[in-house]
Every structure is written in structure tokens, then in C-alpha cells.
């Protein structure tokens, strides 16, 4: 009998490789969210729920694809997801994550691959710009911009939407009959808008199917050309060339490349224009989630990465950031995107519903802990006098 009871009172101290690794990691995932001032199962809006106990060994063997796969497995759950990822970033826990091989594997890829040449240029257009034009229609401002508003004196997105496209034109010095390509046109929103407003002859180039067919529906009868081409393949001259919300798309094989492409399709007196969002530090790779479910090959440049790329091509007349301004777009797209949801539900269904939720909150995190920027740059060629445009 003694025996007996002395098995039994030693077993709950007896735990299989499998248990212990699990505490562990929970362990592990608790210290790290407790420095960022997050608490499991918490009742404050950024505190985090779980609800399968695997998510800790997950996300300390697969770092943040698991954080994201899980959420959209429906393990874990955050009030309010933008303020948990506003924290997750402030501290810095990703650091906490890059030892995995996930990680690692994506890394090497990166750096052996140009992610961004010939086919797979035209990737990220087929997964996430052709997701359906109605679905952007809710989302986005009346223009569909699918970039960072300018929110200085604005009040609604189409406010400050419009109040983006009019700051690029001042920057550029835009005049009626200048010829413009725009690389990366999106739906056309700053082709019609230069067009109606300034009298510019737009030609616009995307990878997006979809893109080029509303794009030419939304800017027809005016001085538009849209084109479904890779922005390599250009070889024309234009008083103007801009990029907005497309440099994110490169990739740093490739910085060099699109700068000589700029120059070449550029008149001497010209201006160009980039308007990117961009990295505290330089990177090599994309977030292994993000590049997995929203951007395939994409890739946010540094101040160094873009500086390298135009020297000797380009001379540097503006560097302005405000990226606060991205925060606010994104929660006002988050919004409309929750509005327009249940008209939406039974197209994409419940894993895609919180695929763009974490996408929309966690990137809105990053703007509000500074982790991400946003830049507009204004350039030259070397030898033109300094345009006397409006920077700001």
C-alpha cells in the first residue's frame, strides 16, 4: 500500500520531454510579452488570450509565421491588435525570434535569389492587387489609393488621400502637358488626378491584371496610358517619374537597377519622385509572414540601401518623413474594412477575415512604435538647377 501511494504522489513531479518543453516555452513567451507589458489571458484591451496552449512551442520554432499562422488558426485572440503589436515592436521581441530556422532558410533565400526579376516581378500583382476590385473599392478611399494618406489638416481619408496626390504634383512642379510615368499605378488614383488637376499626360505601368483594367476604366477619356509591364521594360522620356508605394516591391538586388531604369527614362531637367515606406536599418529579407500572405517578395529599404542605389545617378533635393501618417491610414482602412466585411464573408471566408485583420493591425503597430517610416524623396540629375517646387 505504501508503495502504492508513494507511485502516485511522485507522478504529477514526473513530466515527459514533451510537457517540460512545452512550460518552457510558455516560460519563455511569457517573460518576453511580460517586457513589453503584455499579460496572457489578461483583461486589458493589448492583453492576449490563448486558446490551444501549442502556441508558445510554435511560435518559438516557426518565430513570426507562426505568430501569424496561428492567429489565423484561431488560437490566440487581442482586443485590440494594433495596441498588442504597438507594444510586441516598442520592445523589440522580434529579436527574441530570429534564431529560428525558418528565419534562416528565408534569409538564404533571399540573399541567393533576386526575388524580384522576371516572373516573380509580377507575383505579388496575382496574390494580393487581384484579390477583387470590390473588395479594394470598400476598403480604400473613393480614388482607391492603396497608399499613405497626408493627414496635416485632413479629417477623412478622401481628405487626406487627395491632399497625398496634390503635396506629390506641388513636389514634382507640375505643369499641363508634361509627360509623367508613373511605375506602380495602382487603380490609376494619381494618373486621373494629375491629369484633371494639373493637365499632365500620364503613362502608368503595373503587374496587377485587375489593377490595369479598372485603372483604364477609371481614367478613361483622359490624357492616360495604362499599361500591364514590368517597369524594366520602359524605355521612353518623361518630364516626370514617380514611384508610389511601389519601391517596397524592388528589392535591394535590384535598388541599382530601378534608379538607372529612372534615369534613362527621365529628362535631364526632370524630377523624380519616390514615395516608399522604409526600415530603420538596413535589410536583406522580408518578414517570413508578410512575404508568405501579402507581399510575395517585397522588401522595405533603408536611408543607406536607397542612398547607395543613387549615387552618382541622382541628386538628393527632399527627404521628408511622415510616417505617423500611415498609422492613421490604416486604422481608417481597418474601419471600412470591418464595415464591408459581412458584404464580403461568404467570398473569402473566416481564415482570409483574420489573415487582413492581423495584416492591417500589425502593420499600423509598426508605424505607432516608429519601427516602420514613411518617405517621400524628391531627386535630380546632377548638373540640373534645384527644382523651386513646394516640399512639404
Request: charged share 25%; hydrophobic share 35%.
Amino acid at each position: 500500500m505504501e508503495k502504492h501511494l508513494s507511485g502516485i504522489l511522485k507522478k504529477p513531479h514526473t513530466l515527459s520531454p514533451v510537457r517540460r518543453r512545452s512550460n518552457t516555452a510558455r516560460r519563455f513567451i511569457e517573460e518576453a510579452l511580460n517586457f513589453a507589458g503584455i499579460t496572457i489571458n489578461g483583461d486589458r484591451p493589448h492583453d492576449i488570450i490563448v486558446y490551444n496552449d501549442n502556441l508558445y512551442e510554435r511560435v518559438i520554432t516557426e518565430g513570426s509565421l507562426g505568430v501569424g499562422e496561428s492567429y489565423m488558426d484561431g488560437w490566440w485572440d487581442v482586443p485590440a491588435l494594433d495596441r498588442f503589436f504597438e507594444r510586441v515592436f516598442r520592445a523589440d521581441l522580434k529579436k527574441h525570434f530570429e534564431g529560428n530556422l525558418h528565419f534562416y532558410l528565408h534569409a538564404l533565400k533571399s540573399r541567393l535569389l533576386n526575388r524580384q526579376k522576371g516572373k516573380r516581378a509580377y507575383e505579388v500583382g496575382q496574390r494580393h492587387y487581384d484579390v477583387g476590385n470590390d473588395f479594394y473599392r470598400d476598403m480604400l478611399d473613393s480614388r482607391m489609393t492603396y497608399t499613405c494618406g497626408y493627414w496635416n489638416g485632413a479629417e477623412t481619408l478622401d481628405e487626406a488621400q487627395e491632399a497625398k496626390l496634390d503635396l506629390i504634383c506641388r513636389k514634382l512642379a507640375l505643369e499641363p502637358g508634361m509627360r509623367v510615368l508613373d511605375i506602380g499605378c495602382g487603380w490609376g488614383s494619381f494618373a486621373r488626378f494629375a491629369a484633371e488637376k494639373y493637365g499632365a499626360e500620364v503613362t502608368g505601368v503595373t503587374i496587377s491584371r485587375e489593377q490595369t483594367e479598372l485603372a483604364r476604366n477609371n481614367c478613361r477619356g483622359l490624357p492616360v496610358d495604362i499599361r500591364l509591364q514590368d517597369y524594366r521594360e520602359v524605355d521612353e522620356r518623361f518630364d516626370r517619374v514617380l514611384s508610389v508605394g511601389m519601391f517596397e516591391h524592388v528589392g535591394y538586388k535590384n535598388y541599382r537597377t530601378y534608379m538607372e531604369t529612372t534615369a534613362r527614362c527621365l529628362e535631364d531637367d526632370g524630377i523624380a519622385f519616390i514615395q516608399t515606406i522604409g526600415a530603420n536599418k538596413s535589410l536583406f529579407t522580408s518578414d517570413p509572414w508578410i512575404n508568405t500572405y501579402i507581399f510575395p517578395n517585397s522588401m522595405l529599404p533603408s536611408i543607406a540601401q536607397i542612398g547607395e542605389a543613387m549615387e552618382g545617378i541622382f541628386v538628393m533635393e527632399d527627404w521628408h518623413n511622415f510616417g505617423p501618417h500611415y498609422d492613421k491610414t490604416l486604422m481608417a482602412w481597418h474601419r471600412n474594412f470591418e464595415a464591408a466585411w459581412p458584404k464580403h464573408r461568404d467570398r473569402y471566408g473566416e481564415r482570409f477575415y483574420r489573415m487582413w485583420n492581423f495584416y492591417l493591425l500589425s502593420c499600423a503597430g509598426t508605424f505607432r512604435a516608429r519601427v516602420n517610416q514613411l518617405w517621400q524623396i524628391t531627386m535630380t540629375k546632377p548638373g540640373r538647377p534645384q527644382p523651386e517646387c513646394r516640399m512639404s
